[in-house]
Every structure is written in C-alpha cells, then in structure tokens.
C-alpha cells in the first residue's frame, strides 16, 4: 500500500459494519433471488441481476456508506452492485420494501442505479460501462469551478467517487478522463476498483494491478493496492509465512478463482503440492482446519472491514486516489470464484442454505434486521440514525431560475451562416451584466475557435483554477485570441476527446442538482464527431443533465473537408435521443429565437438539453418583421415561409441549410402550379414529438389536439405530394407523408460524401434546384 496514514480501527464501529456487512450481502442475493425465482415469470425470460458481482464489493460499499461518506460526497456505484446499492438504501430508510420486491420489473428498483428512475437516493446514474467512472472526474472540476466563482464554499465541497469492477477498465474514455484530469489538477476524486480480476467471458491474467498503477501514478493520482485482509498479513508473520506469501503473490488469477470455488481441501492440497509438506508452510497449514483454512485463503483486503475502515479514514489530503482492491468475485456464495459465476444465479437449494446460514427464518427475508436480538437491533438502529451520509436526507439541491430576456440579440447582414451568428449572439450575450450570462459556461473539444466560441472567451475568458498567462500577448505576437486563464474564466478548455466533451456537459448540466448552484452549459463540435462521444451524449441526456449542444459544421456544408468530416444522420440522433430537443435553423432570426428559448428549456421542470445542428454556409438572409406566432411556431418545429392556397396540390419543405435551393425551385414552380406552399421546417425532431403523443393520445380515447405538423399540412389537398429536402439523412422528413396521407419524394444525403464546393455537392447528391424540381415533377405526374 503506498500514500495512505493507517487510523486506528474502531472495534465498536467494524461490528457494527460487520453485522450491516452480512445484512447487505443476504438483502442483495435475496433481491435476485426473488426476482427470477418467486416472482411470476410471465414472460419466460431470466431478469437477472449479478449475485457474485455484488457479493465481490459488498464491504466496500458497506464500509462507504455506513461510515465513511458524507453528505456532500457524490457517488457512481459499479452498475453491476446495484442491489447492494438498494439493500443499502434500504437499510438507511431511504429505499421502500416494495421497489426492492419489484427489482428489475416495471416501476421497481432499476438494472442499474438511476438518478431519474430510482427513488433513493442515486447520484449519478451508472451502467454504460465506465461512463459512471469518468463523470466523476469532470463533477469535481465542476465542484472547483464553482468553488472559484465563490458559489460554493469549502465547507460544502465533496469527495467525487466512482466503484467500478476491473474489466471496467477496458474501457477508453476512463483513460481520456484521465489525462483530461492531469492536465486540469484534478482534485477530490476517490476510484475504488473492485479488483475480482473475473469479467463475463474470462479471468484477468497475472500483473495487470501493476500495468494499472502504473496508468493511475503517471497521470498524478495516488495508488493504494489493497491486497492481503490482516488474518493473511498476521499468517504471513509466522514461519512459512513468507513462502505462502510469495506463492500467492504468483498464483496466477484464474487459479486462484479455481481453488476458491473448490474449497478448503483442494487449497490445502494444492499448496502442500507446490511448497511441500514438511516445509514450514506444512506447519503453518497444520494450524488450520478446513473452515479456517478457507477463511484464511479468502482473506482478501476487500473483504476486511477493518481493513477497509482504516484505509479510508486515513485519507485526509485532496489529492486524486485510486484504490485497487483484491477481492472476490461472489464471496460467500456457492459459486465464489467460479470463472461462470457473472450471470450465474444460487439455485432455491442453494438459497435456502445461504439463508440458514444468514439465520433467517421462512417469512423474514425482507426484514431489516432478522435474526437479531432485540437489544442488537436497538442498537444498530441507533448506529444508523447516526450515518453520516443521511444526515440531510436526500441530497437533491433546487436552484432558481435566472431570467431569460424577452428577446437575444439578432446579428444584421445580407448574407450570413447560422455558425458565425451563433458566436455573434453569444458574444453579445457576454458583454451584458447578467445573471445569465454569468452563469453560462462554455466548453469545446480543441475546436473552440473554429467553432466561433472565440469572441465569448475574448469576452468572459479561460478558466483555470490558478492563473496562467498568454505568452503569445507577452511576446507581441500578435492574435485575435485572447488565451489567459483565471478562475474568473468561463470557458473550460477541452482536449481533443468528444467522450470528455459529453461527460463534462454532463457534470455541468447537474450542477443545480449536485451542488445546488445552476450552470447554463453550452458545448460545441463537429456536427459529424457526436457520433465519437455518442454514449456519453446518451448517457448524459439519460441523466437529465441539462446543456446546449452546438454542433458545426454540418452535412455537406463542411464541403472541402470531404466524407469523413460531414455528417449524414444526426439528424436521426437528434430526433431518436431522449432528453434532447433538436433544431437546425436556416436563417439567424430563427437562431436568435431558438437560443432564447433554449436556455429557458435548460431550466425548465419539464425541459431538457438542447442540441442546435448550424452550418458555415452563408446565405441570403428574409427581410421580415416577426411575431409572437412565428417565433412560436419557429419553437414548435415549422412555418409556411409561403403559406400555400387552400387545397394546394404541392409543398416544397426543406430543414436548414438548403434554404437557398428549396427556395430556388419553389420560385421556378410558383407559376406551373399556382398555390403551392414553402414550409420552413427547424425541428423534424419536435414536430415528430408532438405528432407521436397525437397519435398516443388517440389511442387512449381522450380529447386530442391536433399536432402542429397536422395543422401545417392539413391546409393541402388530401393527394396532394411534398418534396421534403435536407443535408442529412433523407429519412428525417420522409415521415410527414404519414401524417396527412400525402406523398413524398425525399431528397437527402445517404452515401459517404467526397471532397468539393457546395455547388457541386449539392448536384452530385441530389440537394440542388434541379434535383428539387425533378422530384416535384415527378410526384406531379405521379398523381
């Protein structure tokens, strides 16, 4: 063990955790155990639940929660833990019977720990593997970015804590969070490593602890390798104890497993075998029988509460630390160290042993404290009025609201690009005295110029906890860039890794919840490059972390850069995600409206993240006097940017930046087919939202209102075609043809693109005038 200052354990305290130890341990089994064998199994299929995943980190989570954790503390428990999460919960008061009785069933306690769906009390959601792990790293330096700004006192700051099971580690972004922090100065992080070195499929092999540690110590953490429980440290002491030590040392992991499954008389064998049986270790051995033996051999430091107790205590500086703890994967369980064991589930024989030897009666296995005398359960009752961690309940914080005003700032011009006149709006946004805008935090993956976040940082600066200054200014050379850091920046320098990205919109989009304090987060990228950090995306918008995606370039706009720079179907993610609302202006009043509204939908009960999808291509901006009705409808998804006649046989309707062709055609059509409609679409995602719950509405019989994209349409004949455009996936509008029957010709994008001009793109793949018209055409004759 290396960097901790060992406390003195507290023999009151261990049995108390002792006693709470074996509670959780039977609590989490039995949960499984209910709900795949008592349960009614309506559909045939196994629910699941990992017992030996949860039986390995049992004490950890024990000794945290009953003892060391408090209040201000955040933690990412490992996904697979989850009933010793409940069971814990449980324990504390803050979990119901009920949800532990419906586990992994509709409205019952969730597969995984779930800030939105579970009602303990859950801090970050876990189960996209590894994703629970690094958003602690970025909660921290959300925690030290308030800290700076003075909106949160030293006094209210936490340990930021992440439990994950080894094979976690395989997992890419934990290292990109990693490096992330390094260069940061990450702080206030614990990550314990349920080290059972056993995943689904197979058994760690020997020395990877070392390749870990040596990951951990290069990017500024502390490593502590918890590995031996103190029966084995005292075993070690005797004669023959160094030998048996040095075997262990070497034993290779997945036989280790093996022996531990067989039990106390193959590891005696196999040890007299390797190290001889009238070597010291023979006496030492003699000194054990079989049941000893097992304990002994099973002492792992994951396992020791003391132990554990003690380590933890002893941490006392806000250095990152990583714990690698030893333990076993279903310790205490029938199939303990069985390299099957994942998955694998105690059959009703083997349940009904594991109870009788967790002293719990037939009726009783959901009692909190069954088997218990009344004067030990008095007194562990108290020892648990008095846990730390529960101190203020549930710890969910209410921010207020800031205000929003009525109307942002529109950028003038001819000709613009929705990309240059976001960074406009948020560069004005910055030059007021707001609360708003002292609240925003931006943040971009190395593409914070080319994504025209430039002019904010300009305005509201880096951030960075100690001051650091721009040596380009102090050597005069001369930059548009203005790149000091100070804790009074507002922007959070990212590097190139679009899962940190995620993970960091995600922290900041919880900081009203985590820490009481709310941040409005505004992150941009490539529109293509979602795709890299699209879990994290998930992951965050599944948490309901609220934040303002701006991603630019997009589709073929980017056109020099070629096929592996423009995207094709976020569109669909932005129309398939939960918690996400997302638009894609054409022109720069609508920009201006739709960020307005943003930043109020961030902060809304009811609301989400808003995902804005802009393009670098410049175009002919209306000359138009709006009102309340456009920009509402702009919000709701869609306008007639020319209303057709009643009955009109024919729309045009394009999203975003093929706003010029879409027009081009519909004025070279006007005349062939009188009364034809332009509909303006800014969000195919919240026009399919409305028309589905429409449609849902239906079915359930009650009054239904019509959906705004039934209105819109519903001004066309019942036969008449629509010829929906798009850069992106063609498939984003083709839907609207099922809303009012009509047909559609769509046009889009849904090959690889290559490197060229907008012009040429456009008619290489079919978004141009002529191809608009050709489509028209045809859904005429069609007809």
Known sequence: MTGQQRQPVDDQTVNYLTLLDKRVRWLSAWMVHHANHLRPARDKVKVGGHQASSASLASVLTTLYFDILRPEDRVAVKPHASP????????????????????????????????????DDVDFSTGSVGLGVAITSFASMVQDYLLAKSWLSEEQTGRMIALMGDAELDEGNIYEAMLEGAKYGLRNTWWIIDYNRQSL????????????????????????????????????????????????????????????????????????ADLGDGSDVAALLAGYDDEALEDLMLNLAGHDLALLQETFQGITDDRPHCFIIYTIKG????????????????????????????????????????????????????FLDEVPFKACGLRRHQAARLDV?????????????????????????????????DHIVTTSPDVTTSTNLGGWVNQRGLFNRESREDVFKREAVVSPQRWAGTKNGQHLELGIAENNLFLALGALGLSHSLFGTRLLPVGTLYDPFINRGLDALNYACYQDARFMLVATPSGLTLAPEGGAHQSIHTPLIGMAQPNLRSYEPAFVDELSHIMRFGFSHMQAED???????????????????????????????????????????????????????????????????????????????????????EIRAQRAGGHVP?????????????????????????????????????????????????????????RTYGLDEDAILDAAASILLAR
Not at 226 to 231: A, D, P, R, T
């Open 84 to 119: 010793v999460f409940h069971a814990i919960q449980y324990l504390l008061g803050q979990q119901d019977v009920e949800q532990l009785k419906r586990f992994r069933a509709l409205g019952g306690a969730q597969s995984y720990p779930s800030r939105t769906k579970d009602q």
């Open 201 to 272: 499929d197979a058994v760690t092999p020997l020395g990877m602890s070392r390749r870990y540690e040596a990951m951990f110590e290069a990017t500024d953490w502390t490593v502590h390798t918890l590995k031996f429980g103190k029966k084995l440290e005292a075993a070690f002491a005797k004669p023959g104890g160094a030998a048996l030590r040095d075997w262990i040392e070497n034993c290779p992991n997945d036989l280790y497993s093996a022996l531990t499954y067989k039990g106390a008389k193959a590891w005696r064998e196999r040890l007299l």
């Open 331 to 382: 310790y205490g369980l029938p199939f303990k160290g069985h390299k099957d064991n994942h998955a694998g589930l105690m059959n009703p024989a083997q349940m009904a042993e594991f109870r009788a030897l967790n002293g719990i009666a037939d009726g009783e296995e959901w009692d909190r404290f069954a088997g218990l005398d009344e004067e030990t359960v008095t007194a562990l009752q108290a």
């Open 405 to 437: 005003p009525a109307a942002f700032p529109c950028p003038s011009g001819a000709e613009q690009a929705t990309q240059v006149a976001f960074g406009k709006i948020l560069n004005d946004l910055g030059r007021t005295d707001s609360a708003l805008a």
């Open 607 to 693: 609301g989400g993240s808003v995902y804005l999808r802009l393009s670098t291509r410049p175009i002919a901006q209306p000359e138009r006097v709006t009102d309340a009705q456009w920009q509402q409808d702009v919000v709701d998804g869609g306008y007639w940017l020319v209303e057709p006649a009643p009955g009109a046989d024919l729309a045009i309707v394009y999203q975003g930046a093929v706003a010029p062709e879409a027009l081009a055609a519909f004025e070279a059509i006007r005349e062939d087919v009188p009364g034809a409609g332009l509909l303006a679409v800014t969000s195919l995602d919240v026009l399919h939202q409305e028309w589905s719950a």
């Open 706 to 762: 019509k959906s705004h994209i039934r209105r819109l349409l519903g001004r066309l004949s019942p036969d008449a075609g629509l010829v929906t455009v798009m850069d992106g996936a063609p498939a984003g509008l083709s839907w609207l043809g099922a809303v009012c029957g009509h047909r559609v010709a769509p046009l889009g994008v849904d090959r690889f693109g290559q490197s060229g001009d907008v012009t040429d793109l456009y």
